[in-house]
């Protein structure tokens, strides 16, 4: 089963989001409207609550988490995604926030209590360490990450055609019957 309830709390799919079959959605899981989640991806919000915005797509083999409320963190950390948000292949995001327009390069680590303002990339590979904050307007790069350069113009569009792809895409699958949808 793509989506499951846990302890009583079932995901919400926004009008026209896209869950592949072979990815598992569980728990106090939000997905706005158009995003997508492609296959083997698992978003476990059984400890924390995960919000995924508009427009956003978690690709191929990502695990989305949370870390809970304990004595070594009073609050927990959530995980917060924005919209126009491009997580891409095989992404660890565990509690941490992303804001709007932010592209997450393969196999990128982002960790607790991390945030990413709008309009950042993060370079495949990179490790995003704990509590940092990542400002707007850059590229970053490495392991544990660093400011590259600012982002160019043509980079900022880049946001906006990842998600305009993103949408067309999982809208072919689903008028072909693949995949879960509200």
């Known amino acids: 089963m793509t989506i499951r309830s846990f302890r009583g709390i079932t995901p919400k799919l926004g009008e026209g989001a896209f869950v592949d079959p072979s990815a598992v959605v569980l728990g106090d899981v939000e997905l706005g409207a158009d995003s997508s ?4 991806t698992v ?3 059984d400890i924390h609550r995960i919000r995924i915005g ?3 797509n978690i690709q191929d083999g990502s695990v989305l988490h949370i870390t809970h409320a304990g004595p070594f963190n009073a609050d927990g950390f959530p995980l917060t995604i924005g919209d126009e948000v491009t997580v891409g ?3 660890t995001l565990h509690g ?3 804001g709007n327009r932010v592209l997450v390069g393969m196999g990128s680590i982002v960790l607790d209590g991390a945030v990413i303002e709008d309009e950042v990339m993060i370079g495949a590979g990179s490790l995003v360490p704990p509590g940092k904050r990542l400002e707007s307007g850059y590229l970053y790069i490495g392991s544990p990450v660093k400011q590259a350069r600012p982002l160019s113009d ?3 569009a880049f946001f906006g055609y990842s998600a305009d792809n993103y949408a067309r895409l999982k809208d072919q699958y689903l008028a072909e019957g693949y995949g879960a949808s509200e």
């Open 43 to 45: 978003i476990r919000g």
């Open 96 to 98: 941490c926030t992303l």
């Open 37 to 40: 989640v492609w296959p083997l």
């Open 89 to 91: 292949h095989k992404v």
């Open 154 to 156: 043509q980079e900022r």
């Open 54 to 56: 508009t427009r956003s």
